[in-house]
C-alpha cells in the first residue's frame, strides 16, 4: 500500500509522526494532519508526558483496528480540510481549495463500495476523527435516503432473518415510515 | 450486489447507532425492518422528529384527521416513554391544532429538555394556512416556561408557538434561529440579534407586526438570512451584515438597503411574486438590488424580476461583470421575461450552470418592453449570443418542460451555441396541457431536441 511520501507543505510545523496499521504499514503523517484523529492526538499527549525522546520522531503510534488501505483514504481526506495551523488564506485560494476539495470528495465517494464506506465510518470512530466520521455518515445518510428495505439490504449485504408475517408486523406498525419510498 | 456477507457484521451497536442518528427519523424508523439485530438499534437515535403530517390526511374529515391526530400523538409519547438513550440533539415536533393537546405537549418538550436537547423545534402551524395571501393566524399555544431554563439551546424553531419576549433573553447560546406565523417587534429582533453573539442564521417566515426589517450589530456573525413573507408596517429592508453568505428573500417589493461583504457573500434568492403591482422606477430599484448584492455566485431569481429588472435604467445588462456561476431562473418561459434573462446572461460571463424552473407565473399585461424585439426569433437570432453560453456554460437543467415553441428555442439556443456544454438534464412537466398535452407528449417534443446541431462534442442530453 502506498507510503504518503508526497512532500510536506511548508506550514509553520512540519513535524511528522509515524502511524502503524494493522496490516503493518507505516505511515509518515504530518501533525497537523494526524491531531484531527483524536484518539492519536491523544496517544501523542500521553506519550509527551512520559517519554523525553523528541516529538514524534520515534515514536510510531499502533493502530491496530485499522487497515492501511482505509488509514490512506482518511489521511488524504483529512489533508484536504482546513488546517488549523495554516497561514491564512487569501480569499482567492480559499475558493480553490474548497472546489478542489468538493471534486475530491465527489470523486472518492462515486468510487467507494459499501463495504468500504463502512470501514472508513468503523475507522474514522475510532480514530474519533469527527469531520471523517460527518462525512461519511452523511454520504451514506444520503445515498439511502428514501431507498426501500430491499434495496438497503442487498447493498449492505444484509440478511433478512425475519419471519415473513414479522416482518409484515412491523412495516404495518410503522406504516407511515413506509410512504413514499423508492420501490426499486 | 452478488456479496452475500453481512457488510454490518464487524460494527458495533453503538457505531451502527451512530450511523442510525445521521439519517433523518423517518429513515431511522424503516431500519427495524432491516433484520432482527435491527429491531431496537433505532430506538436510541439521537435526531427525533414527530410530524403529524405523516400520519394525517387532510383531505379526510375533520374528526378522522383528529383520530389520527390523536394516534399521532399516542405513537410520539409511546416512543419517548421507552427511550433508553442519554442526551439528544434534535427534538422536532410537528403538529396542527394543538389546543386539545397541551398536557402531551409539554410531556414531549419536557422529555426534550430533559435530555439535553441541542436543537428544539416546534411547529404548530396549520398546513391549510395560506402562505401567499395576507392573513395572519395567532398562535394558539405558548412555550412552556420549563424550556426558558435551558439556557444552552443551540438551535431553535418556533411556529405559531407564543412566548415572551424577555424569557427568550435567556437563550443565549442560539446558533439558529427560524420564527414562523408569529407576531414579532422589531425591538425584539434587535434585542435577539445583541443577545445572541454566536447567531448564524435566522429565518423569519409569514411573519407580521413588525415595523420594517432591521438586521444589524456591533459584531454581528450572522451568515444567513431568509425573510419569507413577512407582512412588514413599512416595506424597509436594512441589513448590515458583513459575514452573511445566504440571502433570501420573498414579499413584496421593498427598498432594500444591504450591506455585504465581497468575501463571504455566495448566494441570493430574490422571490417577487406576490407583488401584484408594478410602478415607474421598479426596474432601477431591482437593479440596485442587484448591485447591492454584487458578489453572489449562485442566484435565483423569479419572474417579476424578468420581467422588470430591464426596464430601469439598464435594459441591457449590469455595469459590471457579476459572478455568478450558477442562475436558477423561476420562469415561464414568456417572452416578457426574454428580456430579463437576456440581461442576467449578459451580466454572467463565467456562468456554469442555467437552471430553468418553468412553471405558472404572473404574467403582467402591462408590460411594454424597453427595445422592439421580435420575440418569436429572440433565441434563434444568429447575430446575438452570449458569452457565457459560448465559453463558460456547462451545465443547463429545465425542470417542469411542456414544449412550448418558446420552450424549445430557447434550449435550442444553448445546444446550437454551447461549445462547452456538458449536460442538459430535462424533466418534463407531469402535469395535463390545456391543449390535450400531457407527459408522454411532453417527452416526444423533448426528444426532437436530441437531433439539434450541437456546438458542444462531449454534450449529454438527458429526459426523464
Same mark, same amino acid.
Given at each position: ?18 502511524l502503524k496499521t ?20 491523544q ?20 493502530l491496530?483496528?485499522?487497515?492501511s ?6 489521511? !488524504? ?6 488546517q488549523?495551523?495554516?497561514?491564512? @488564506?487569501?480569499?482567492?485560494? #480559499? $475558493?480553490? &481549495?474548497?472546489k ?25 470512530n ?21 431507498? !426501500? ?11 433478512? @432473518?425475519?419471519?415473513?408475517? #414479522? $416482518?409484515? &408486523? ?15 | 450486489?452478488a ?33 432482527k439485530?435491527?429491531r ?7 435526531n427525533?422528529?414527530?410530524d ?14 383528529a383520530?389520527q391526530r ?7 409519547l ?21 389546543e ?6 409539554q ?15 416546534l ?12 392573513d ?5 399555544l ?5 424550556v ?16 415572551r ?7 443565549r447560546a442560539?446558533?439558529?434561529?427560524s ?10 429582533l ?9 447567531l ?7 411573519c ?25 408596517i ?35 434568492d ?8 408594478h ?7 431591482l437593479?440596485n ?12 431569481v ?18 459590471f ?6 442562475l436558477t431562473l423561476?420562469?415561464?418561459?414568456h417572452?416578457?421575461e ?8 449578459n451580466?454572467?460571463?463565467?456562468l ?6 418553468i ?8 408590460y ?11 433565441w434563434l437570432?444568429?447575430?446575438?449570443k ?9 451545465v ?8 412550448t ?9 444553448m445546444i ?23 407527459e408522454n407528449?411532453?417527452r416526444?417534443?423533448a ?6 446541431p ?11
Amino acid at each position: 500500500m502506498s507510503n504518503t511520501s508526497e512532500n510536506p507543505k511548508p506550514s509553520s510545523s512540519s513535524a511528522k509522526m509515524t502511524l502503524k496499521t494493522s496490516d503493518n504499514e507505516l505511515f509518515e503523517v504530518e501533525e497537523a494532519v494526524a491531531m484531527k484523529f483524536c484518539t492519536v492526538k491523544q496517544y501523542f499527549e500521553d506519550e509527551k508526558d512520559s517519554d523525553v525522546a523528541a516529538r514524534g520522531s520515534t515514536t510510531v503510534i499502533p493502530l491496530p483496528n485499522v487497515h492501511s488501505a482505509v488509514l490512506a483514504t482518511l489521511i !488524504s481526506y483529512g489533508k484536504k480540510l482546513p488546517q488549523s495551523n495554516a497561514v491564512a @488564506d487569501n480569499h482567492e485560494e #480559499e $475558493e480553490t &481549495k474548497k472546489k478542489e476539495r468538493k471534486k475530491y470528495e465527489q470523486g472518492l465517494l462515486k468510487n467507494l463500495m459499501p463495504g468500504e464506506l463502512l470501514d472508513l465510518i468503523s475507522a474514522a470512530n475510532y480514530l474519533d476523527f469527527k469531520e471523517g466520521l460527518e462525512f461519511f455518515n452523511q454520504a451514506l445518510a444520503d445515498h439511502i435516503q428514501n431507498k !426501500s428495505v430491499e434495496y438497503v439490504r442487498k447493498f449492505f449485504g444484509i440478511k433478512n @432473518d425475519y419471519e415473513p408475517h #414479522e $416482518e409484515e &408486523k412491523y412495516r404495518e406498525e410503522y406504516a407511515w415510515a413506509f410512504e413514499g419510498v423508492d420501490e426499486d | 450486489m452478488a456479496d452475500n456477507m453481512d457488510m454490518f457484521r464487524k460494527l458495533s451497536e453503538h457505531l451502527i447507532l451512530i450511523i442510525i442518528s445521521f439519517l433523518p427519523f423517518k429513515e431511522a424508523v424503516r431500519t427495524s425492518v432491516l433484520s432482527k439485530r435491527w429491531r431496537y438499534i433505532w430506538h436510541g437515535t439521537w435526531n427525533i422528529e414527530f410530524d403529524e403530517r405523516a400520519f394525517v390526511d387532510f383531505r379526510e374529515s375533520q374528526e378522522m384527521q383528529a383520530s389520527q391526530r390523536r394516534g399521532f400523538i399516542d405513537f410520539a409519547l409511546q416512543w419517548i416513554q421507552n427511550y433508553q438513550g442519554r442526551d439528544i440533539d434534535k427534538f422536532q415536533l410537528t403538529l396542527s391544532k394543538p389546543e386539545n393537546f397541551n398536557g402531551d405537549i409539554q410531556r414531549c418538550i419536557s422529555f426534550a429538555i430533559t435530555h439535553n436537547v441541542k436543537g428544539l423545534g416546534l411547529d404548530f402551524s396549520d398546513p391549510t394556512w395560506a402562505e401567499d395571501n395576507l392573513d395572519n393566524h395567532a398562535a394558539l399555544l405558548d412555550l412552556p416556561l420549563n424550556v426558558f431554563g435551558h439556557v444552552f439551546l443551540e438551535s431553535i424553531k418556533l411556529f405559531s408557538c407564543n412566548f415572551r419576549n424577555s424569557d427568550f433573553m435567556n437563550f443565549r447560546a442560539l446558533k439558529q434561529v427560524s420564527f414562523g406565523w408569529l407576531e414579532l417587534s422589531l425591538s425584539f429582533l434587535k434585542a435577539l440579534l445583541k443577545n445572541c453573539p454566536l447567531l448564524e442564521s435566522l429565518s423569519l417566515k409569514k411573519c407580521w407586526n413588525l415595523d420594517h426589517l432591521e438586521i444589524s450589530g456591533q459584531n454581528l456573525r450572522l451568515k444567513s438570512f431568509v425573510a419569507d413573507n413577512c407582512s412588514l408596517i413599512s416595506d424597509e429592508i436594512v441589513i448590515d451584515a458583513p459575514y452573511l453568505r445566504f440571502f433570501k428573500y420573498s414579499g413584496k417589493m421593498a427598498h432594500f438597503e444591504i450591506e455585504i461583504h465581497r468575501s463571504h457573500m455566495e448566494e441570493a434568492d430574490l422571490d417577487f411574486g406576490i407583488q401584484f403591482e408594478h410602478y415607474d422606477g421598479i426596474g432601477t430599484d431591482l437593479y440596485n438590488l442587484l448591485n447591492q448584492l454584487y458578489p453572489v455566485k449562485v442566484l435565483t431569481v423569479c419572474s417579476f424580476m424578468l420581467q422588470f429588472l430591464p426596464l430601469g435604467d439598464e435594459p441591457v445588462r449590469m455595469g459590471f461583470d457579476m459572478r455568478i456561476k450558477h442562475l436558477t431562473l423561476k420562469t415561464s418561459v414568456h417572452p416578457f421575461e426574454f428580456i430579463g434573462i437576456r440581461f442576467l446572461l449578459n451580466s454572467s460571463p463565467h456562468l456554469e450552470t442555467l437552471t430553468l424552473d418553468i412553471g405558472p407565473r404572473r404574467i403582467f399585461g402591462g408590460y411594454r418592453p424597453p427595445v422592439r424585439v421580435n420575440f418569436n426569433r429572440f433565441w434563434l437570432e444568429r447575430s446575438i449570443k452570449y458569452k457565457c453560453v459560448q465559453e463558460s456554460l456547462k451545465v443547463v437543467e429545465a425542470k417542469g418542460f411542456k414544449g412550448t415553441m418558446h420552450e424549445l428555442s430557447l434550449l435550442a439556443h444553448m445546444i446550437i451555441y454551447g461549445r462547452v456544454l456538458e449536460r442538459m438534464d430535462v424533466t418534463v412537466s407531469k402535469e395535463e396541457g390545456d391543449n390535450g398535452g400531457n407527459e408522454n407528449r411532453y417527452r416526444e417534443i423533448a426528444n426532437a431536441m436530441l437531433e439539434f446541431p450541437r456546438a458542444s462534442p462531449i454534450l449529454q442530453i438527458s429526459i426523464k
